[in-house]
Structures are given as structure tokens and as C-alpha cells.
């Protein structure tokens, strides 16, 4: 057993994540908004004619077929990036995705690193007699700051940085004027790759408020549950020993002791990427970001159901994807999975 | 010069319903390479003078006042870095639970090896080819396959093992076993206390012997001393406690010993103590074993800290019989 | 029961500064219309953008007005009516289905625990305001749609919590008794399980009234949340953030509204928690 074991256990996880995650997802463009065949159908002359209509448009959009029979449909039409056509833009729904994903992930990546670093360094001084006040310090803000969501953050910080102040820009990734040619999508790397280093600058100016915003939120909650984590691990046998073996405190803090709280921490990780990506949608809107929330919301506004449908389906696979990595991530820093 | 001299020492833990004094005025003294045992009752506050003399008292414990001379030095006015560089390498511990006492995610090679590099300066090459004679000493089979292998795919004696090639890698010159036998099997049991006391004999350190079982100290030590409630009760070599005991508790508590061992069927007949040790945050005015005492005199409640008497050379009793 | 409760977050710090402040908030939304001098929605171009007192404002608009000259403090008391009702509807909703299903999931276990573990599991790993806006978009802008899109959403996290206390509390000795006494599965829930899990209940109630509302300010933000004509917080942000390079104050004072009723709503349920976990209010006390 052993390795193939594991292997095949968190492949069947991962399909059984993936079956409910999708589900949901075609359960969720089914509901909205409404029946799609009506909507495309238009008037016609005469109630006969019309129904006659309504019944070509059901068929060809499939659903006249059983219920499950749609959900394979749906399924493969994702995998072969076949969403439809957009109604408000009248463009393929696919492209129309991945050109706007690259900018959601300008955000969402900074923020889950930052918070991962500082939620978890932050959960470190409470075990350094020194370092009490920096602890104290800590958790206050913990506790503050979870009553203070990514939504307040980024409006203060719209108010005090971006009009009161006006140090930083409050929407858009780059300054009128810059022209970039779009090669990955991802600004810093066409910015390398074209030799527009100036782009970079502007960038990294847009990026601090929504990225502080989401980073803000998600540090109060990592740090909450990484500190929680590290006050029973330090409690525990092995750390004793550990130090009674002579090693230092800072080793067994950083070291030994983090590498077991970080496992908790991971898991919840896992569940916190959900509540980051919503709040990515919203701080999308809030600083105008080009990402595939403020396309959402707008697809919703304009009731554009292909692409709501794909943006749904995309969040979907970000989150399999999310925590197939996390999955892995964890199979590294615990021993014990492997045989469980 | 002895090895170690404990002057009355106190160690408290300040929990939130009271002051727990789990080690409360205890002295003794030790030589070098001498096998000392302590012995008592859960709670009697053993482990916790074990983890004082290596200043690894977890919260809410603290040290409250005594000394610690080893070899000389007061260890409680050492910084938390000159005792980190004494701990695993000068004074190290055999804990009571083998497999909660390993780290998790890190495999054994890298547990064992660390001492080595940071005690001795060893390089990687070096303390690998030293850990797997570590390993060969404390007779383990298939040396490289524990190597790699994890704590949790270990079983309780083979984590002991490794465990005690930890503390005497930097052959350190006194080593605390705390119940090192308590979670593990009988047959493991025997083996354990030879293994350790093969190694003591190997690497010449000292040993502090923590049991509850008189009868493990009485195989291994030559002095022993029995605690109770955070204080030490009585003090002697092995046989003149064994055969002439002083005090109340320890008769007490050899009778239930030979009761328990007796291979003589009793008809279902077990000695047993009366009472309960005394509340940890309320102890009792005077003798602290005064209300379960079967000898006890009318002034055992009034005088508090009852020192030890010397009754014969070498043979210490804190009771006021023997004043 | 009740008057313990009270009793006993009187005793807490936190759990009486959280309460103080929810009562308070609920009574200025009750006595709206008393405490507000103007109608909310009542626009006065010739006073738009009033500063609000202390920034050269008067009495007659203690927190100034906003761009179409409505009175700020009108509107700000008005909105708690809207967002209280959404909040504690909401919640209700969200504990009408998930204790039943944590209840049943915990205590009956197998196939209904199974069920119930794969939906709340789900539900995790899906962002909830991708999953409201699609609900919304749905069902159509109207303040009750929001009610119910945080019913469908929330109802797990009751499901959650209280499927893994009930598995605690099977365990337990008074449970195994009634068992063997021969009591109907029914009779054990209500008379063993509910009375014990009635705590943790209040707790992720009170928590859940607090994330009701700022998903209110969240969705009205985005336009997928209270319908505009009706005043609400969210609403008040979302209009003030179209001119926030004009006048900050129509923004801020919703805003700060929220947090406070936000961190309120947290420190009642902290407090609620410290009074019901045994492991801390043996230490308190």
C-alpha cells in the first residue's frame, strides 16, 4: 500500500470535491435567470407558432433531455472551454474569461501568501517572553480586525489614501496612458517581457489597497486559528523533549513547533480560499480591478447567462484546482497522511 | 565535589485554581556516576523535579527558590541560552511517554542527529555513521529502515529506544529516566531498565531513576529516596529501606508492594493505604502525611516542614518519631 | 432559563457590552421615525452635501446630508430597521433548517450523517458571494430574496457546528442512559440533545445576525442586494461611494455603523461562548 494507496484515496477525494462542487455549479446556472429558451425565443405571431418555437429552442439548447443527461453536457461543454457566445458582448465566452482571469489572480495570489506569512508570524510571539507586548499587540488587532471585513478595509482605505490623502489610485490596474502590449496577461510579466518596466510601478500603486484590503481580513483569521493551533502544539510531549535535546527556543518555536500547527492552519487555508475568492468579486467592484468578479456581477446586471454560467464554472475550477495544491501541500508537511 | 546538589527546592504551578506546589522544599545530592532513584505515588510531584533540574518545567510552572549546583554551577542562574547548551548534552532526559515524545513530522535519523550536530559539532556524515552505532547500542534491528521512518510508524518500545540513544548520544554526564518503563509492556519493562542500565554503565553517566515501583528502583539504584505530595519523606540506601523503613508512609508503602508482588496466594487479602494523597492547592497544616498516618502523634499537625533526621549514616527521615 | 442567560452575560464583560449595544441598536430601529427629523427619502437639492456637525455643520442635519440633500441621521436610523429585519429574519432562516439537520445528522449518524456532511462540505468549498449573487440574479433585487439567499447559504454553518456537538453529546453518559431506559429517539432529542445544544445555538445565532448584515452591505454594494428605493446601509454606501471624491461623510457613517454593530455582535458571541464552554468558565469563575 503506502504511496499508490494515498494517491488513489486523495484522487478519490479530490473527484468527490469535484462531482459537488460541479453540481452545485449546474444547479446554480440551471436556477438563473430563469428559463433560457424563453428568453431567446422572443414574441412571436401566434401562441401555436410561438410554442412550436420554444419547443426547437428547448431541444437545441438540450434541455429536453433528462436531467442528468444536461449535467454531462455541461460538463464536457466546460472542459472544452464551450461556454457560448455572450449575449452583451457577442463574443466567444472563453476568451472573454481568460482574458480577464489573469487580473483576479494579480490579487488573489499576493493576498494568500501575505496572510499566509503574516497571520502565521504573527501567531509566533506569544512564545517568546520578550515578545509579550507583540502578542498582546497581535491578538487585539485579531480581534478588532475580525469584526472588520475586506468590504470596510477597502472603503477606508478609498477614503483616507485615495481621496482625502490621494496617494494611490482607486481604480484600474495601471495609469491612463500607459499602454501595455498584452502578451500573458499578467502585467509584471508582459511589463519584464516588453521592457516597460514603468508599468510596473503604476501597477504595484493599484495593487496595494485591494490587496491590503483582502490581506487585512485574511491574516486576522489565519492568525486566530494558527495561534490556537500553536498554544496546543507547544503544550505537547515532543516539544518538551525537544527542548529538553537543548535546542533553542527559536528552532523549536519556528521549526518544530510550526510544522505541526501549520497542518490545521492548512486545512482551514483550504476553506478560507473560498471566502477570499468572494471577496475578491467585491473588491473587484469596489477599485474597478478587471477581473472576473467585476465581470460577474456585470454579466449579471446585463442577465448575460453564457457568460454567467462560464464565470461560475471558472470559480469552480479555481477551487479544485486550489485544493488539489493544498492537498499536496499537505501531504508534504504531514508524514502521517501518507499511511492513514 | 558531588555531581548534583538540589538545596531546597520549589517548584509551583500557578493554575487558575490554586497554587499547585508540585515540588516543595526537596534537597539531595548525588555523585558521579551514582544511580539514584526517586520514588512515589502519581502526583507526588517526581516528574516535575525531574523537568526542574533541567529547567523545562512547563506553564504555569515555575521555579519559586532553591539551587541547583551542577558540578558547582547554580543551574537557575544560568540564561536560557547557557542552559540550552547544557540541555541533551551535559544533563538529558528519558521522558515517561515514548511515542508522544518524538516530533511528528520529522524522521528519526534527523531527531537523533540533530544532538549530535548541535552538541558536538558533528558534521551530516559524521553523526549519521554515530547514529547508527546510537542505534546498534540500544539494539535496534534494521537500522537503516528506522532511520527513515517516521515516529507514528513506530512502535512505544522502539520509540523509547530512540529515544534513549538521544539522551546519552553526547554521553552526558547524569541523565534523568522520568517512568520510563510506565507505557510500555512487562516484557518491554524488563528490557528498558537493563538497556539503561547497560548504557549508564557504558557511557558513565549518572542516572536519576524516576519509578513509582519500588521494585524497579530496588533492582537498579543503590540510594533512593521516596517523595510525597512535593516533599522527599524518606532518603537511604536501597536495602535499609527495603528492610528497615522509617517512616509511616514508606513501611506503608512497601507492605502494599510485597502484597502486590507475592506470588503466595493471600485469598484476595491487598494492603492498601488509607485515605487520599492531600488536595495539591490545599495541603494539610504539619506532617503532610499526617492524616492517613497510622503512628501519628498529637504535635504531627502543628509543626510545619518537618526536616530530615538523620537516623544512621546515610538513612534520612522526615518524621517527627525520629526527632 | 432566560433570565440566567441574562444574568449570565451581565457577569461577562464582553457578552454585557455586546448586548448593551444590539438593545440599543434595536430600539433606535423601533423608534425610527421618532428619533429622525426628516423622511429618509426626501431629497433637498438646495442642501445637498451638509457637513455633518463638528465639520461646520448644524443641529438641523446633525450628521449632514448627502448628495441629494437627504438628511445622513434619518437615513442612517431608518436603514437599521431594514438591515436588523434582514439580519435576524435571515438568521432565523438559516437555524429553522440547519439544526434540524445538524441535529439529526449527529444523532442518528449513517446515511442522514453522510447526506448532511456532503452538502455542508460543499457548500464550503464554493464562494458564498459568487454563490448569492447567482442566487440573487435569480430570484430577482428585492430585500426578501436577499433573506432567503442567506437562509440557502448559511443554513450550514448551524448544520456544522451543531452536528459536531451532537456527536459530543451522544456520547455522553445521560444519553446512553435514556437509550437503555428504552426513550423514542424523538423523546431523547427533545429532552436531552436540544436543552444541551440550546447554547451553541444562541452563539451562532448572535454571529450569524453579524454576517447577515454586512452580507446586506455587500450585496447592496454591488447592486445585487436591498432594492434601492429602500434605504439600508448598503444602499446608503453604494450610493455615497458614486460621489466619494466629493463629500466622504454619506459613506463613513454607514460604515461605521456596521462595524460597530459588527463588533458588537462578535463580542456577545465570544462572550456567549466563554459563559457556555465549561473549560473557560471554570476558569473565570
Known amino acids: ?340 | 565535589m558531588s555531581l548534583l546538589r538540589v538545596e531546597n527546592l520549589k517548584t509551583y504551578y500557578y493554575t487558575p485554581l490554586g497554587v499547585v506546589r508540585a515540588v516543595d522544599g526537596v534537597s539531595f545530592e548525588m555523585e558521579k556516576g551514582e544511580i539514584l532513584g526517586v520514588v512515589g505515588e502519581i502526583g507526588a510531584g517526581k516528574t516535575t523535579l525531574g523537568r526542574s533540574i533541567l529547567r523545562i518545567v512547563p506553564e504555569p510552572g515555575k521555579i519559586v527558590d532553591g539551587r541547583i549546583l551542577f558540578e558547582g554551577k547554580d543551574l537557575l542562574k544560568l540564561s536560557e541560552s547557557e542552559m540550552s547548551r547544557l540541555r541533551g548534552r551535559y544533563i538529558s532526559i528519558i521522558p515517561e511517554t515514548p511515542i508522544l515524545s518524538l516530533n511528528p513530522p520529522f524522521t528519526i535519523e534527523s531527531q537523533i542527529k540533530e544532538v549530535l550536530k548541535k552538541h558536538l559539532g558533528y558534521s551530516d556524515e559524521e553523526a549519521r555513521r554515530e547514529t547508527l552505532h546510537l542505534l546498534e547500542q540500544v539494539v535496534i534491528p534494521d537500522r537503516e529502515a528506522i532511520l527513515k521512518s517516521y515516529p507514528h510508524e513506530l512502535s512505544g518500545g522502539m520509540c523509547q529506544r530512540v529515544l534513549i540513544a538521544i539522551a546519552f548520544a553526547c554521553r552526558p554526564s547524569l541523565v534523568i529516566a522520568d517512568e520510563p518503563t510506565t507505557s510500555v509492556d512487562v516484557i518491554t519493562q524488563a528490557q528498558i531498565v537493563s538497556l539503561i542500565r547497560s548504557m549508564q554503565r557504558e557511557y558513565g553517566s549518572s542516572l536519576i531513576f524516576i519509578t513509582h515501583d519500588v521494585g524497579f528502583a530496588s533492582k537498579l539504584c543503590r540510594r533512593m529516596f521516596i517523595m510525597y505530595a512535593g516533599r522527599i519523606l524518606e532518603m537511604a540506601p536501597v536495602e535499609k529501606l527495603l528492610t528497615s523503613p522509617k517512616h509511616p508512609y514508606t513501611k506503608a508503602l512497601i507492605k502494599v508492594a510485597y502484597s502486590m508482588r507475592s506470588t503466595k496466594p493471600t485469598k484476595g487479602y491487598l494492603y492498601t493505604i488509607k485515605g487520599s494523597p492531600p488536595s495539591p492547592t490545599q495541603p494539610p497544616k504539619g506532617c503532610i502525611f499526617e492524616p492517613r498516618c497510622e503512628e501519628k502523634m498529637e504535635e504531627c499537625s502543628k509543626i510545619d516542614s518537618i526536616p530530615l533526621f538523620e537516623v544512621e549514616k546515610e538513612h534520612f527521615v522526615s518524621c517527627l518519631l525520629y526527632r | 432559563m432566560l433570565w440566567l442567560m441574562l444574568r449570565a452575560i451581565a457577569g461577562n464583560h464582553r457578552a454585557l457590552f455586546g448586548f448593551t449595544i444590539l438593545l440599543i441598536y434595536i430600539i433606535i430601529a423601533i423608534f425610527a421615525p421618532l428619533i429622525s427629523a426628516y423622511d429618509p427619502l426626501s431629497t433637498d437639492m438646495d442642501h445637498a452635501y451638509l457637513p455633518p456637525v463638528g465639520l461646520g455643520g448644524t443641529f438641523e442635519h446633525p450628521l449632514g446630508t448627502d448628495g441629494l440633500g437627504r438628511d445622513l441621521l434619518s437615513r442612517l436610523v431608518h436603514s437599521a430597521r431594514i438591515d436588523l429585519i434582514i439580519a435576524f429574519l435571515a438568521a432565523t432562516g438559516a437555524a429553522i433548517v440547519g439544526i434540524p439537520a445538524g441535529i439529526l445528522a449527529g444523532y442518528l449518524g449513517g446515511k442522514v450523517n453522510r447526506v448532511v456532511q456532503a452538502l455542508t462540505d460543499a457548500w464550503l468549498s464554493f464562494p458564498h458571494v459568487v454563490f448569492a449573487i447567482v442566487l440573487i440574479a435569480a430570484l430577482g433585487v428585492r430585500w426578501i430574496n436577499l433573506v432567503i439567499a442567506i437562509t440557502v447559504i448559511d443554513w450550514t454553518r448551524f448544520a456544522r457546528v451543531i452536528r459536531g456537538e451532537v456527536f459530543g453529546i451522544r456520547e455522553k453518559e445521560f444519553v446512553k442512559v435514556a437509550e437503555t431506559m428504552g426513550l423514542s429517539n424523538l423523546l431523547i432529542i427533545t429532552s436531552e440533545v436540544i436543552p444541551n445544544v440550546l447554547p451553541t445555538i444562541l452563539v451562532v445565532y448572535t454571529l450569524e445576525l453579524g454576517i447577515a448584515i454586512s452580507v446586506e452591505a455587500l450585496m447592496s454594494f454591488v447592486g445585487l442586494g436591498v432594492e434601492p428605493a429602500i434605504v439600508s446601509w448598503g444602499n446608503m454606501i453604494a450610493e455615497g461611494m458614486s460621489y466619494i471624491r466629493t463629500c466622504w461623510w454619506p459613506v463613513v457613517f454607514p460604515v461605521l455603523a456596521i462595524m460597530i454593530i459588527i463588533l458588537a455582535l462578535n463580542a456577545l458571541g465570544d462572550g456567549l461562548r466563554e459563559i457556555v464552554d465549561p473549560r473557560t468558565s471554570r476558569v473565570l469563575r
Open chain 1, 1 to 340: 500500500m503506502g504511496f499508490l494507496a494515498y494517491l488513489a484515496r486523495r484522487a478519490g477525494s479530490a473527484l468527490l470535491s469535484f462531482f459537488i462542487i460541479t453540481i452545485i455549479a449546474f444547479i446554480l446556472c440551471r436556477v438563473v435567470p430563469g428559463d433560457p429558451a424563453l428568453l431567446m425565443v422572443g414574441s412571436a405571431v401566434n401562441p401555436e407558432e410561438w410554442f412550436k418555437e420554444y419547443q426547437k429552442m428547448r431541444a437545441l439548447l438540450g434541455l429536453d433531455r433528462p436531467i442528468y443527461e444536461q449535467y454531462l453536457i455541461w460538463l464536457r461543454d466546460i472542459f472544452t472551454g464551450n461556454f457560448g457566445v455572450s449575449y452583451r458582448f457577442n463574443v466567444p465566452v472563453g476568451p472573454l474569461i481568460l482574458e480577464r482571469l489573469p487580473a483576479t489572480l494579480e490579487l488573489v495570489i499576493p493576498t494568500v501568501v501575505l496572510a499566509l506569512l503574516i497571520g502565521v508570524l504573527l501567531s509566533t510571539p506569544k512564545f517568546f517572553r520578550r515578545m509579550a507586548w507583540a502578542d498582546k499587540l497581535a491578538s487585539g488587532f485579531s480581534f478588532l480586525g475580525m469584526s472588520i471585513s475586506y468590504f470596510i478595509w477597502g472603503i477606508f482605505f478609498i477614503i483616507i489614501f485615495g481621496v482625502s490623502l490621494n496617494v494611490l489610485p482607486i481604480s484600474g490596474r495601471l495609469d491612463m496612458g500607459i499602454e501595455l502590449p498584452r502578451i500573458t496577461g499578467f502585467i509584471i510579466i508582459d511589463s519584464l517581457l516588453s521592457g516597460r518596466f514603468e508599468a510596473i510601478g503604476s501597477f504595484l500603486k493599484h495593487l496595494i489597497m485591494p490587496v491590503a484590503a483582502l490581506t487585512l481580513y485574511e491574516i486576522t483569521l489565519i492568525h486566530r486559528i494558527n495561534r490556537s493551533s500553536m498554544l496546543s502544539v507547544m503544550k505537547e510531549d515532543y516539544i518538551l523533549m525537544d527542548k529538553a535535546k537543548g535546542l533553542s527556543q527559536f528552532h523549536i518555536v519556528f521549526v518544530r513547533g510550526l510544522r505541526n500547527a501549520l497542518i490545521p492552519t492548512l486545512t482551514l487555508l483550504g476553506v478560507q480560499f473560498t471566502v477570499l475568492l468572494s471577496g475578491s468579486v467585491i473588491i473587484e467592484k469596489m477599485f474597478a480591478w478587471p477581473g472576473i468578479g467585476k465581470l460577474l456581477v456585470s454579466a449579471v446586471t446585463y442577465r448575460d447567462l453564457p457568460l454567467i454560467q462560464g464565470i461560475i464554472a471558472t470559480y469552480c475550477i479555481i477551487v479544485i484546482i486550489t485544493n488539489f495544491i493544498i492537498d499536496s501541500l499537505y501531504g508534504k508537511i504531514n508524514p502521517r497522511i501518507k499511511y492513514v
